[in-house]
């Protein structure tokens, strides 16, 4: 009968599962032990053998609920502790993660130009000796800190007037009063840091999503990567993103405000950066797709895959590998048996953002007259550059720590890559880079012919800071730019 009521009672007893820590637990399992084993065990002090084994079993759960809960904690982005953990939330939600920023400058560049005497009595620089200082010309700070220029400076350069784009002003006079050289000034943006050449050499072997670490820390800017065939990948936010926006020179005559026509352009080779926040370096990762093989598919044909019964009525135990389904082309090529030629720019931190005046030493000058003017006007004109930084330069920052990146998860999950709603518009027209246009103002208004679409309007500012109407090729550009952005229900 003893028997007999110990079974009832183990079936009708209800066992909590509110327990989740070691004394809890432990007082849990000796209430157990003393009604179902009340003949076997009486002894549950901590010197005894049931006491320690009881102390084993609650340590146990006291554990296993310790990493519950923790592992629940870390599904939270808010509440993660786990680095590893806080990274993967950060990419997940699409924050772009970088490492120290560089600071941008304005270099003011003077040279001394010999003066030319035009219709017998204007002076103006003798344009023969108007150089062109190109762009990656490095130049130090005080605190050692060293800029390079971002685009080429033409002290040739003419406005639609013809007159020169540089402003200068008479440095020397002869002896008759007359100007004898004059001093030109131009501006050109700069951005901190160094930039260098890394090459890595690829085996003859298909790697899918192949992955090559870059050597420095803080890399600002991917320049170009061009494989030993000479073709170029392009940088995309994403591998499924197979087009990409390229800038062509403006031949119309309004390109003195808009320098670039936007085009279009097919990226099969193409990489995403993945910055890692801890270390600060930056991995390539390029596509899966096999370039030796055809693929015409916009998908892997999963038929392919399939187990052929023809004249069998029996299925034999096989295996198939699930990368077979990533080998298509539609998420970019990866390179193989060649050399892969990296050219970047590293560097960055708050230690950049120097003073006004600060940046007067010019280290590597590259220089170009291609106007043929005599040797010694050209000596004269390239000893006598100098540059220095009228304002301060701004932007620098260090590499963001993980608490800063989880603070941009929230926003980033709101943000989209399209364009929805008429503020989405508004936004999206000016983040369009500045070399194809630049739009003042916009305004949106009701289409009366398609409920679908809207009217723009956009206005531009002149040379001169003027209100005029924005050039025919602004309007374009702004076209091409927006329609990548569009729903496909949308007009």
Do not use: C, W
């Not at 006491?51 to 759960?61: E, V, Y």
């Not at 194809?436 to 956009?458: C, D, H, K, Q």
């Amino acid at each position: 009968m003893a028997v007999k009521a110990k079974q009832k009672l183990k079936k009708l007893s209800n066992r909590s599962f509110v327990a989740k820590d070691f004394e809890a637990l432990r007082q849990d399992l000796i209430q157990q032990a003393r009604i179902f084993f009340p003949e076997h065990i009486q002894d549950f002090s901590e010197a005894s053998v049931a006491g320690m084994l009881i102390d084993l079993m609650a340590s146990i759960g006291d554990s296993l609920s310790f990493y519950l809960d923790h592992q629940f904690r870390e599904l939270d982005p808010m509440a993660a502790v786990e680095p590893v953990n806080i990274i993967s939330h950060v990419r997940n939600a699409g924050v772009k993660i970088f490492g120290a920023a560089s600071a941008i400058a304005d270099l003011t560049f003077t040279i001394s130009v010999p003066a030319k005497l035009t219709n017998g009595t204007n002076y103006i620089p003798k344009k023969s000796a108007l150089p062109v200082v190109l762009k990656n010309t490095v130049v130090e700070a005080t605190n050692g800190v060293l800029f390079s220029t971002l685009e080429d400076l033409d002290f040739a350069e003419e406005d639609a007037d013809n007159n020169l784009v540089a402003s200068y002003s008479v440095a020397s006079l002869d002896a008759n009063n007359n100007p004898l050289t004059f001093n030109m000034t131009m501006t050109v943006t700069a951005t901190s840091g160094l930039e260098i050449e890394q090459s890595f050499t690829l085996a003859d072997q298909h790697v899918p999503f192949r992955e090559i670490t870059l050597s420095e820390k803080d890399v600002t800017m991917i320049r170009s990567v061009i494989d030993s065939e000479g073709d170029q990948y392009y940088e995309v936010e994403s591998l499924s993103q197979d087009t990409v926006f390229i800038p062509v020179d403006n031949t119309d005559p309004d390109n003195f405000d808009v320098k670039s026509n936007i085009e279009m352009l097919a990226a099969p080779k193409r990489f995403i950066v993945r910055t890692d926040p801890m270390s600060r370096t930056s991995v390539i990762r390029f596509g899966s797709g096999d370039a030796d093989t055809l693929d015409d598919d916009i998908l892997p044909d999963p038929s392919d895959l399939s187990l052929e019964l023809y004249g069998k009525n029996v299925i034999p135990r096989f295996s198939i590998d699930p990368a077979s389904l990533l080998e298509t082309q539609t998420l970019g090529i990866s390179p193989r048996n060649t050399t892969i030629k990296v050219t970047y720019r590293h560097g960055g931190g708050a230690n950049h953002n120097v003073s006004a005046n600060a940046i007067n030493l010019v280290t590597d000058l590259f220089v170009e007259f291609r106007k043929n003017p005599t040797a010694s006007d050209a000596l004269s004109v390239r000893t006598s550059l100098t540059v220095t930084n009228k304002n301060k330069s701004a932007g620098a920052a260090n590499a963001p720590d993980l608490e800063t990146l989880r603070g941009q998860i929230v926003s980033a999950r709101t943000a989209q890559g399209r364009v929805v709603t008429r503020e989405d518009v508004m936004a999206r027209i000016f983040t369009m880079p500045a070399t194809y246009g630049r739009v003042f103002r916009a305004a949106i208004a009701e289409n009366p012919v398609n409920p679908l679409a809207t009217t723009l309007y956009i206005i531009s500012r002149d040379r001169d800071g003027n209100l005029t109407l924005a050039p025919d090729t602004l309007k374009k550009n702004l076209s091409k730019y927006l329609n990548e952005f569009r729903l496909i229900s949308d007009a």
